[in-house]
Each structure stands twice: as C-alpha cells, then as structure tokens.
C-alpha cells in the first residue's frame, strides 16, 4: 500500500518497519500503534502470558525499570470492586475471576493511578519506597481514619 506525505498509508496506518523506529516524542499525533500481531479475534479469551503482543504493547516494552516508587498490595482490606484493574494504564493489576491476585512488578511502572482510585479505608494499596519490603509495609499500614465530627 502506498504511503502519504505523513508516511502513513491511505487508510492512515503508519507502517513502522525495524529500520524505521521513532522515539516516542516522534511519533505523528493521532497514529495508532497496534497492541497485537496477527489476528485479534480471540485475544480477550486467552490469558496475558498467551496473547500475540506486537513490539509497541506495554507488556512487551516493559516500562517497569521508571519506577522508583511501587504499590503495595493489602488483601486484608480489599473489596474486590476492580477499580485499580480499571484504571491502570499499563495492565499490571493482576486479576482471576473478578478478585484481585496483586501487582504485576515486571511491568508496573509505579504512577500510582491505583491507589488513588482504590476506595477502601484504609486503601488496599499504597504507595512505598522501591527498595521496601512488602511485609514491612504491610506490618505499618494505617488504621482506618474515623470521619471528621461536624
Ligand atoms: S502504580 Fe498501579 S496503576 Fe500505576 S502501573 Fe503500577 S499497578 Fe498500574
Ligand atoms: S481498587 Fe482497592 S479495593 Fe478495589 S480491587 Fe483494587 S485494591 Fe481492591
């Protein structure tokens, strides 16, 4: 298929090759980069860890070595609502069956957009130093906060 003067084709698809890698801030506003290789038909069907990722999908550009601060998970208080599935932007919140299982640290990239959405009190998730231990942040959690008298 040919391509325009914006390098993508008439369908607007920019075809990226190996030879032809952009940095992120090179990229034209508005292409899509493709999440999958070959066909996506049965993607939502099949676990993570069996999906036909393309180069540019999160799961394979792993963006987990920005993170400098990481969620720590309490399933002590966890409602199981799927808010911090929902939301996180790099799909590292691992869920079975509508309960929530912890964080994916492999690809994780620390923005803390879960525990902000998380509504528990205290939160189910919290945000803590790299280099802390998950029981040690577990063994300090907080004590739930009592409402304000009016
Ligand atoms: S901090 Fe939370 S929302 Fe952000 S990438 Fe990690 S698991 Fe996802
Ligand atoms: S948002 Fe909080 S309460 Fe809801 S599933 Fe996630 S950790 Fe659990």
Same mark, same amino acid.
């Given at each position: 298929m040919s391509k325009g003067l914006?390098?993508?084709?008439k369908r607007g698809i920019l075809e990226l090759g190996a030879e032809e890698k952009k940095g992120w801030d090179e990229v034209p506003q508005g292409v899509v980069l493709n999440s999958? @290789?070959?066909? /996506? $038909?049965?993607t939502a069907f099949l676990k993570p860890e069996d999906r036909e990722y393309s180069e540019f999908n999160s799961y394979i550009?792993?963006?987990?070595?920005?993170?400098v601060i990481k969620p720590v998970y309490n399933? @002590?208080?966890? /409602? $199981?609502?799927?808010n911090c599935w929902v939301w996180c932007p790099d799909t590292s919140i691992i869920s079975r069956d509508k309960q929530m299982l912890g964080i994916d640290y492999d690809h994780c990239?620390?923005?803390?957009v879960c525990v902000e959405v998380c509504p528990t009190n205290p939160k189910s998730l919290l945000m803590f130093e790299e280099a802390t231990n998950n029981d040690d942040a577990l063994a300090g959690w907080p004590e739930k906060k009592k409402k304000a008298k009016k």
């Open positions: 914006d390098g993508t084709n999958f @290789d070959g066909s /996506i $038909d049965n550009a792993s963006v987990a070595s920005w993170r399933r @002590d208080i966890c /409602i $199981d609502c799927q990239k620390g923005c803390g």
